[in-house]
């Protein structure tokens, strides 16, 4: 980030029944690093505690994990309640184990944008693929 | 609350209240089930199985499998039996279940119905209900364990008992702390002794009901004295409530010698603290679990990973080994790639059952430091529960001499940090507010700076990281660049 | 015939008869050739590929690869390299080639263009020339190795050293008795002594070219004192006519004891041999081949073995393996099946290189055995070649002081029966000829004893036949249904 | 079989430039104490040298084993070569590793039955199986 700028904020949290709690701590870690403003509220977070932390501290990016197969349930609805919540334009990014299973990602990847996310990723995608994404979609160098 | 066994009246009084909490509960009759029970045969209770395996030397196979509907579940353990020759069934019970949320359970029941494919991570069994769980393990010629994660478990445990499982997966302390972020430590024993206590009660009865204990905790870099110390501890708690037949189970760690000493080593003390506490008659069996951590998405690598647990496995004697699959870095397996690891896995203890690895000093050596280390660490839990290890457990987590790394529970202090050694052995980068002497804190450190020395840097979080990703990567000990 | 250095004269003779024996004989260029090999650079070299490796302790993967056609066999190679992360490349000959028939070699190249896919097992590299060569060469960035089974290899070294390879495999007798019926020892001597000359001529000009041994002979329950004998006898031959880089090599037995001992005795014994013989500027380094027998057809299995064998050769310390596919019971495998061979093996490795096995009496006992029986052989075969071993190879095969088992070739014995014991290990039903001590006799007998024991049947050639299908189907050792 | 009758006689060997020996000294023992004659030409044997043993000893059956995969070009013109000799009828059976590469067995079967053999076999297949089958074409209980 250009040193002297307002940090980007950025709410991080693991969604639903899921408590796969490394791959958070690490991108905790990473993003920190990086130098961004990170929020973590970590695991067996519902849909709610994301939209509140990212209003309450004015967030720029809602980065949502989830690992345990669950995902596609439960992040079902989520563009929706930022809309009502008054932050529809919140960009939403979903990463992790999204489904149940080994599938093809496009298809994955449509179901997730269908949804109102912004970007979603396969397993395994490393923190800096979305660093390099954040900064893209943030206009940052 | 100690670690003694429950009043008859007490449980039976709880027992009304657990079996009211979700309407399959009325289901539930417990002298039928018990009757249910002793009409099972042998070869399909585990018990029995585990015994037979132990005395042969043996070391049997388990996947891990749960799907959302009855009849695909089904489909998919006899798919297991028959195609991965498995020796023993779970069903893996889904998330939501796993957190007594049954109204979502019963959405996603739904939802999978409507789509055509699971929409859950396991099989809702308290959703299905006792008569579901029947036929489920009537359905094949194995035993059939519930594998879950599941802090409060006791309506699950009273209607998969009821129906015909002989074998329950978890505890007071490995099915809390991995798995949720705000259950006191003293409920979730609560919640566990009366899981035992069910378990104690067919006992009672004539009907021996397997349990065990999720070694792997969180599954990421956990150091061998830390998950036999919460082993031996929930193998006293349950046997406090009368369970006669325990599994005690550990993660593979990677490093051949390591593996060996630790499964060797986890029986053995067992025992010992078994029988220190009057318990002799209890039959002790172990479970290694292949690799827990992060896995390579390459089906070839993963198969390397598979195969490199079975033969730890294999070698160190373990009673059983659960199987990971080729798919595991991305999602629930299929049944096909379930059955692969499955043979994969026994391909590999067939060709290793007859070697016998003996008189290896280095293997030894590291039984005598996880022997310490692990009594160094339930002695203080001991003397903080003043001899009770229920009281113990929740003063010494309080205190952090007992901790767990990666966890996301708020009651384990989370100040230690493992990291490998130079060999790719498992060590303490933090040791926390462990209770270890002297002498093991500077082998520690002097492991570390070996290791630091030869990646010319000093050991730190950035170098526990990379022993996260590293399997996943290819490696064991995760090494900088070109090291 | 003796284990001297040829004559130029003798030497130059012969060539001028080998490069007519087919027209592209005529495309060697050898002053040329040296030039070319000057320009390659060192990372594309076998030799200082291999060095570096023996330096830093690592083991290498190579897979075996080949087809008929030019650019089909490179981009299988390019493949292998990328997608399978090949350390290591080979060109394997077909089997026409491999026993000169090169019209035959010619109609499977056209049969292969007609029908659109590879009819032939290899890459016909005496038909194709010394260009192809050179461009499939260039075509990857790793080192290429000639790999495969002919008792008359003079023309097909010629070729291929020109055409630009820097390592090639093979032995008078490794690729005699296990490949060929009625090839005079003395005859695939004098042959391979030709080819040793022809790279000690490289070598006189700078050029280094390594010269690997074929381990696992018949690749059927070989012990490993047969081919630690052989093996060191190459060398020795080899040696003698100039050749300074040299790899031993050895077939898994699947004992994991066994076999770590085997592969580290190997490197150390060859060095002894050849200091003894006054060869003391050689640079030596060791193979070990994945499993070499029956394999299983199911392919999680394949993986199982695959990734032992990688095991074993990472623990044991070779300095490269070769590597199996999951294909490998079915047919010469597709560039996907050898990637993952290929993938599996390195994963292993990568896992296990940082693992020490010290301190370990048995494979120090093992050890003994094998050096021991070792010795016993080379010692009678150089008696009877009264100190040369190109003649005592000749007289010790007559006499079955030094036999192959299971082998196609009438020049040997084939008396020795291989068998395993209770854990596994290969040890002797049968000792034949081999001029084994009392007390050595008595170690296999007492071995076998107690195998007959533990499956209640006297050790026979039926125990054999079970041994020999047994990893096929699953197990290590072939025991009698329910043992 | 039954005993006191004539005893069955197969010419056994591994076809081509193919050195594979240890397959065809099991099928050799198998076939042996199973109470056939066999007559086993080894490794390395052309199409000559079977149809010449099955003259020689009257054989009834001639089973080829094919490893190193160029069974499809070795094999080809068997049949032709028996009509020609004057033992057009004689069963032939294939079997071992017969083609290059791990292929549909059906494909492979249907080229070596093409090329007039009586009976074709996949990788691996175990000598119960063909002295099954022996027994059935030759009606032996
Ligand atoms: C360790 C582990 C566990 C531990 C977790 C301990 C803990 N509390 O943290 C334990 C054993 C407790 C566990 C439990 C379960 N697990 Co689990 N577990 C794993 C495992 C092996 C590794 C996860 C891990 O820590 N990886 C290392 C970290 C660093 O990587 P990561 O988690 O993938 O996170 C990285 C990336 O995903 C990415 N990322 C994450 N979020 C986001 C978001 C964005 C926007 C981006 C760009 C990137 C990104 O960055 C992270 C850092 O690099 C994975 C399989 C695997 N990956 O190999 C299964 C896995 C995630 N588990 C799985 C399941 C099903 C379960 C269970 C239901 C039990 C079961 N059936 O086996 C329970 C669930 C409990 C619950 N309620 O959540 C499944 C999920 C299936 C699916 N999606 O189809 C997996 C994939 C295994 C499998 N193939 O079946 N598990
Ligand atoms: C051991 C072995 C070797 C040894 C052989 C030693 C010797 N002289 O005997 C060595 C190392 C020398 C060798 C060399 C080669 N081999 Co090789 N070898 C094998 C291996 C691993 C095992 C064979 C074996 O002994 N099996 C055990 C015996 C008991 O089983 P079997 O041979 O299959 O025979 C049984 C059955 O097939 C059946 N059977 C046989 N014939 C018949 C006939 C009928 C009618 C019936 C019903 C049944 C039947 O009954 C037999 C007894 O149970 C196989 C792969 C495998 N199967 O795992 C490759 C394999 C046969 N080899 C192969 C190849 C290509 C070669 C080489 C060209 C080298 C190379 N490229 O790697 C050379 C060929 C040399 C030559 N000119 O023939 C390929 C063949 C490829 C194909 N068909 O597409 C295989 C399949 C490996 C592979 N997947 O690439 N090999």
């Avoid at chain 2, 025992?271 to 390459?298: A, C, N, R, S």
Wanted: aromatic share 8%; net charge neutral.
């Amino acid at each position: 980030m250009i040193a002297g700028k307002r940090k980007l904020k950025i709410v991080l949290g693991v969604i639903g029944s899921d408590v796969h709690a490394v791959g958070n701590k690490i991108l905790e870690n990473v993003l920190t690093e990086e130098g961004f403003k990170v929020i973590n509220i970590g695991v067996l977070s519902p849909q709610e505690d994301f939209i509140n932390a990212a209003i309450e501290t004015a967030a720029d990016l809602i980065v949502v994990s989830s690992l345990y197969g669950h995902g596609e349930i439960d992040c079902r609805g989520m563009r929706e309640k930022c809309i009502e919540a008054g932050i529809g334009d919140m960009q939403l990014y979903v990463g992790g184990n999204l489904v149940v299973g080994k599938k093809d990602f496009t298809e994955v990847k449509k179901i997730f944008e269908e949804m109102g996310f912004n970007r979603a990723y396969p397993p395994g995608t490393s923190p800096q693929q979305l660093i390099d994404d954040i900064k893209k979609d943030f206009n940052i160098k | 609350m100690k670690n003694i066994r429950w009043e008859e009246e007490e449980f039976l009084k709880k027992r009304k209240e657990v079996l009211k909490s979700w309407p399959t509960g009325s289901q539930v009759d417990l002298e039928e089930s018990i009757n249910y029970h002793r009409a099972i045969p042998k070869n399909k209770v585990s018990k029995w199985v585990l015994k037979k395996a132990k005395n042969e030397g043996r070391t049997l196979t388990q996947p891990r499998a749960g799907v959302a509907l009855i009849d695909n579940h089904i489909e998919l353990l006899r798919f297991l039996e028959k195609e991965g020759m498995a020796d023993l069934l779970p069903t893996t019970i889904d998330s939501y279940t796993r957190l007594n949320k049954y109204e979502e359970a019963q959405k996603g029941i739904e939802e999978s119905i409507r789509l055509g494919r699971s929409m859950l991570n396991g099989f809702p069994a308290v959703n299905h209900g006792v008569k579901a769980c029947r036929k489920v393990c009537e359905s094949v010629n194995v035993p059939v364990e519930v594998r879950h994660g599941t802090p409060d478990s006791r309506l699950l445990a009273e209607i998969t008992l009821a129906g015909g499982f002989t074998d329950f997966e978890g505890g007071a302390i490995t099915y809390n702390i991995p798995y949720s972020k705000n259950v006191p430590i003293e409920t979730s024993i609560r919640n566990w002794q009366y899981v035992d206590r069910l378990i104690g009660y067919y006992q009672d009865n004539g009907v021996s009901i397997n349990r065990e204990s999720f070694g792997p905790l969180t599954g990421t870099l956990v150091p061998p004295c830390i998950s036999h110390a919460v082993s031996i501890a929930e193998a006293l708690l349950a046997a406090a409530q009368g369970v006669k037949s325990i599994s005690v189970g550990y993660g593979q760690c990677g490093n051949l010698i390591q593996d060996i000493a630790a499964i060797k080593l986890l029986s053995i003390i067992t025992e010992q603290y078994l029988k220190e506490f009057g318990f002799t008659d209890i039959l002790l069996t172990t479970v290694f679990h292949q690799w827990m951590g992060g896995f390579p998405k390459d089906e070839a690598e993963a198969f390397a990973v598979i195969s490199w647990g079975a033969a730890a496995a294999g070698l160190g004697g373990a009673t059983k080994v659960i199987v990971k699959t080729p798919h595991e870095a991305y999602g629930i397996p299929t049944k096909e790639a379930n059955a692969l690891g499955l043979r994969a896995t026994k391909q590999i203890l067939n060709m290793v059952k007859d070697q016998k690895l003996k008189e290896i000093e280095l293997i030894e050596k590291e039984i005598d430091i996880i022997k310490e280390e692990t009594k160094s660490i339930l002695e203080a839990v001991l003397n903080l529960g003043k001899g009770d290890i229920a009281i113990g457990l929740v003063r010494g987590f309080e205190a952090g001499v007992i901790d767990i790394p990666f966890a996301p529970s708020r009651f384990t202090k989370g100040k230690i940090i493992p990291v490998r050694d130079d060999h790719g052995a498992i060590r303490f980068l933090n040791i926390g507010n462990l209770p270890f002497s002297k002498k093991i804190r500077n082998f520690h450190k002097k492991k570390l700076e070996e290791r630091g020395k030869v990646e010319n840097r000093k050991p730190s979080f950035k170098m526990v990281v990379d022993d996260i990703y590293a399997i996943s990567k290819g490696y064991l000990v995760g090494r900088p660049e070109n090291k």
